[in-house]
């Protein structure tokens, strides 16, 4: 099913069937270990229903993200992570880029994450992702919930 969505600055095409197939047949979140993405992962069984049905209402499994960074503690010792999901579809009107323009774009904001949609640099895409392809990229902050100690 391929619909038409608003969101912000954005409208986007997206099918959302072929996007919540794949994330639902692929464990993507099986190719590392570390702790910096085990952390992640657990704090996606924290997230809040909003944020939730957000990812939800794109097809998106928010624990398979498709790549994601981590750049240190704030000052109330939450961890900082920015990352992407992809989705099956086309951004039809909107900003095409936001990787370099996060300060200056109406980012969608749900709690700590900061959201935006990109077609433009798209990156860590699986070989059999369906196509089109748009990125949907993000800035959080979360706190550490493992019992590994953050290095």
């Given amino acids: 099913m391929v ?3 608003q969101i912000n600055d954005w409208i986007i095409e997206l099918d959302l069937d072929r996007t919540r197939e794949y994330y ?30 957000f990812f939800r209402k794109l097809g998106v499994d928010p624990s398979k993200e ?8 704030n000052e109330k010792g939450e ?9 099956v579809g086309n951004i039809i009107a909107g900003p095409t880029k936001i990787i370099d323009k996060w300060s200056s774009i109406n980012l969608i904001k749900i709690d700590n ?5 990109s077609s433009e640099d ?4 699986p070989n059999d992702f369906p196509k ?13 919930r493992i019992k590994e100690k953050y290095e």
Wanted: hydrophobic letters at 40%.
């Fill in 3 to 5: 619909k038409e969505i």
């Fill in 24 to 53: 639902t047949m692929h464990d993507l979140n099986g190719d590392c270990s570390c702790n910096i993405c085990k952390n992640y992962r657990v704090n996606c069984e924290y997230m809040s229903s909003e944020l939730f049905e």
């Fill in 66 to 73: 498709g790549e994601f960074m981590e750049f240190g503690l």
């Fill in 79 to 87: 961890v900082h992570y920015m990352g992407f999901y992809h989705l």
């Fill in 113 to 117: 994450y900061g959201l935006g949609f």
């Fill in 122 to 125: 798209i990156a860590c895409v």
């Fill in 132 to 144: 089109p392809i748009i990125q949907l990229e993000f800035s959080c902050y979360i706190p550490w």
